[in-house]
């Protein structure tokens, strides 16, 4: 991107729309990343996964290179490959001993079903119904962002239908908006880092 005085440089072009930009979260948050490292001559044959690769398609970085896999049903898995990786070079993943190995395991699994040719198991973080309140409370931020009141919201969002002041104070969906909004604003002040591990009792 062309800077002019007093411009400063994005990671992505601002003028793109967010579902355009390729999104690379930290590893260490995102749990569903593949860490890989130099595979061990003791691994025999193991995948010379940078062969398969588009090399246009790698962003370097400070930890290394990284690369978003388009897998089934949507998914994407982000790669995070060691910085002086070459074709050749066999790799192996690394799965950390503690409670995050499981969800790394599920990922390494995701990504050998996708490099020979097996059917991706889904990403098992987010339930459907997570998955739909969390896409609900964004839609009820935004709604509340731009000025329309919860009433509002909850004819829109939570399809209540038109009701009355006496039927809005008396309605479940007046108190399901209220939720709705909490959460938002919880996710929206860090709390959507959840969203990327599997939620575990403590």
Known sequence: MQRESGDCDFPVDPAHRATDADIFWLPEEDTSSVILTFASPAFGSSSDLLSLLNGSDLVRAEDGLHHLRDLAN???????????AAPGRPLAAV??????????????????ASLHDRNVPPDTRLTPQQLARARRMLQAADGHRTGATQKDIAEVVLDSGRLTRDEWQASSARHA?????????AMIAGGYRKLLRHRRRS
């Open 74 to 84: 949507g998914q994407r898995l982000h790669l995070v490959l060691p910085p002086d």
């Open 95 to 112: 799965v950390p001993l503690g409670p995050d190995g499981f969800d790394r395991l599920e990922a390494v699994g995701r990504l050998l």
């Open 177 to 185: 908006v209220m939720g709705l909004l909490r959460g938002a604003r």
